[in-house]
C-alpha cells in the first residue's frame, strides 16, 4: 500500500523512482479503508533529505500510511525556505485538535547544547504534552531520543572526547520483542554525535526495555515496558552516501572530524561505500508501524480518554 503525502512535496518523484508507492490525498479520499496516521516532527536542517530518508522506510508495508509534517514556529531554518515550511508542514496550533497513531520525532544539530539552551525547548515540551494524550505511540531518533529520556526520565546527556561517527556494531539483547523481530544477533547501525546518555542507570528503569547494545557505547534501540515508546541514538534511517556526505563537510569547515569507523573500503575515502544497515532499518520501521497497527485505537478519538 502507498503512503499518503502532501500534493506536490518535491521529494514523491525521488520515491517513485525507488518504487516507494505514495498517493495523493485527493485519490487517498477514494479509499474505504482505516490507514495509519503519522505525524513526522521534522527537526533537522536539511528538511527534504530527512523526508526522503523517512518516507522510504515508511512507504515499505502493506499498510495505507497518510503523513502530515510538523515543525516548530519558535525556529527560524537556515537550510530550508520558509516557502517550503508553510506549503507541506504544519503547526502544533493547527493538528492540535487531531489525532495520530503515531508520531516521530528527528534528530538535531543541537546535541552540544544544553536542553535549556535550545531555542525551541519550550515549544519541544508542549510537543511532547500534547502528544501524551493525541498519539498512540511515539518513535524518536538520536539527539530527539535524548530530549524525550531526559524529559520523562531525568537521564543526562555526557559530551563524548570525540565524535562518534562511522558504523558499529550492535547486539541485538532481546530478540523476541516485536519491535527486533527479524533482526540479527548482531547488526550494524550508522552514529554520528557527539554524545551519549547516561547508561550506567538507563539499563536499571523499570519502565525502559534496552534492546541493542555496543561493548563501549551502550544501548542503542529502547522501548518503553508497553512499547508504545521506541528510541534509538543511531541512524538506521541513513542512506549510502549520508556519512561521506556529513565527513565532506566537516573536512570542508576545518573541523577536527575523523574518518568514520569502519565505512570506506580500506579506509579509503574515495571507495564507495557498502550499504549494509539498509535491511534492519527497514525491519525496524516495519515492526513500529506494525506494533503501532496491532496496538492503537480504531477511533483515534479515543486517545486520551
Known amino acids: 500500500m502507498p503512503i499518503k503525502i502532501i500534493e506536490g512535496l518535491p521529494v514523491k518523484t525521488r520515491l517513485e523512482a525507488e518504487n516507494v508507492f505514495t498517493i495523493d490525498a485527493s485519490r487517498a479520499m477514494t479509499q474505504d479503508i482505516r490507514p495509519l496516521r503519522i505525524v513526522i516532527l521534522n527537526l533537522m536542517p536539511k528538511k527534504e533529505e530527512t523526508e526522503l530518508h523517512l518516507l522510504r522506510l515508511l512507504g ?36 492540535k485538535d487531531e489525532r495520530f ?9 543541537v546535541e552540544k547544547l544544553d536542553f535549556n539552551q535550545v531555542d525551541y525547548i519550550e515549544e519541544l515540551e508542549e510537543i511532547l504534552k500534547w502528544s501524551e494524550t493525541h498519539v498512540f505511540s511515539r518513535f524518536f531518533i538520536c539527539w530527539g531520543a535524548q530530549f524525550a529520556l531526559n524529559y520523562y526520565y531525568d537521564f543526562d546527556k555526557i559530551t563524548l572526547p570525540s565524535k562518534l ?4 556494531k550492535y547486539k541485538n539483547i532481546l530478540p523476541s520483542h516485536p519491535l527486533m523481530r527479524g533482526f540479527d ?83 579509503d575515502s574515495n571507495n564507495p561505500p557498502y550499504f ?30
Not at 497513531?101 to 544539530?109: F, R
Not at 557527539?194 to 544501548?219: A, C, E, I, N, Y
Not at 534492519?280 to 520501521?285: A, D, K, T
Open 101 to 109: 497513531d503515531g508520531m516521530i520525532i528527528t534528530g538535531a544539530p
Open 276 to 305: 549494509n544497515w539498509k535491511s534492519h532499518g527497514h525491519l525496524l520501521f516495519n515492526n513500529w508501524l506494525n506494533e503501532t497497527y496491532q496496538n492503537t485505537y480504531y477511533d483515534l478519538n479515543d486517545l486520551g480518554k
Open 185 to 267: 544477533d548482531q547488526f550494524e547501525v550508522p552514529q554520528s554525535r557527539h554524545t551519549r546518555m547516561d547508561f550506567s542507570t538507563l539499563d536499571q528503569h523499570p519502565d525502559l526495555k534496552v534492546l541493542s547494545v555496543h561493548p563501549d557505547f551502550g544501548p542503542d534501540i529502547l522501548s518503553t515496558s508497553d512499547s508504545r515508546d521506541l528510541y534509538i541514538f543511531g541512524h538506521l534511517e541513513y542512506e549510502r552516501d549520508t556519512l561521506r556526505t556529513e565527513y565532506e563537510r566537516d573536512v570542508e569547515k576545518g573541523l577536527d572530524t575523523g574518518m568514520p569507523h569502519n565505512y570506506f573500503p580500506d579506509d
Open 165 to 168: 561517527f562511522g558504523i558499529f
Open 60 to 95: 515499505n508495508t502493506p499498510l495505507q500510511v497518510d503523513i502530515e509534517f510538523l515543525y516548530t514556529e519558535t525556529h527560524k531554518s537556515k537550510n530550508t525556505p520558509t516557502s517550503h515550511l508553510q506549503k507541506f508542514y504544519r503547526t502544533l496550533d493547527e493538528i
